[in-house]
T-cell receptor, first 113, second 114 residues
């Protein structure tokens, strides 16, 4: 089944403790992105990647890192999480091209206390 | 910068009614528009994708239209059912964003009363 898989689905952590949210897609897509969703603000793009070893900042990149060492994986790294990073996170992938369809993972609910 | 607005923000209707959700965008230079469904605590499920050259797409009881020149799209749901209760998100893909270039509206929270 074609899908985008995120792990973990739920995570509660403490301020300053480094964490990684994994994202993997099995559709051989070139493009991958991370979004966060907050009440009243909608979905906002954090980082995106157009292919292996090619990443760039989205609208809200502060406090996050990403890497794209393999085509299928695009982990999101929070080096020193803070409470304002409590949010619902989504990973997305799509084929290269300007008119392709985006596929989203199931989301990761992160709480930083 | 592209802005996407969805009206209404919330809607509650009795089961069986036909309904229309609206999406407007400020920059008509889009490649495509996608409607998603989001259930509480769940991910985004793609419902319909309309390319910029198309006027509408249909899937079952759903019909989405696109008027690129006026910056509008509508999602029509026929014969609504309680299982249609969810948040519906509109997203446009244009040159203003990174890689996938998706800009989202804030969604319409839909409740279908049994």
């Amino acid at each position: 089944e074609a899908q985008v898989t995120q792990n973990p689905r739920y995570l509660i952590t403490v301020t300053g403790k480094k964490l990684t949210v994994t994202c993997s897609q099995n559709m051989n897509h070139e493009y991958m992105s991370w979004y966060r969703q907050d009440p009243g603000l909608g979905l906002r793009q954090i980082y995106y990647s157009m292919n292996v070893e090619v990443t760039d900042k989205g609208d809200v990149p502060e406090g996050y890192k990403v890497s794209r060492k393999e085509k299928r994986n695009f982990p999101l790294i929070l080096e020193s999480p803070s409470p304002n990073q409590t949010s619902l996170y989504f990973c997305a992938s799509s084929p290269a091209g300007s008119n392709t369809e985006a596929f989203f993972g199931q989301g990761t609910r992160l709480t930083v206390v | 910068k592209q802005e996407v607005t969805q009206i209404p923000a919330a809607l509650s209707v009795p089961e069986g009614e036909n309904l229309v959700l609206n999406c407007s965008f400020t920059d008509s230079a889009i490649y495509n528009l996608q409607w998603f469904r989001q259930d509480p605590g769940k991910g985004l499920t793609s419902l319909l994708l309309i390319q910029s050259s198309q006027r509408e797409q249909t899937s079952g009881r759903l019909n989405a239209s696109l008027d690129k020149s006026s910056g509008r799209s509508t999602l029509y749901i026929a014969a609504s059912q309680p299982g249609d209760s969810a948040t519906y998100l509109c997203a446009v893909r244009g040159s203003g964003g990174g890689a996938d270039g998706l800009t989202f509206g804030k969604g319409t929270h839909l409740i279908i009363q049994p």
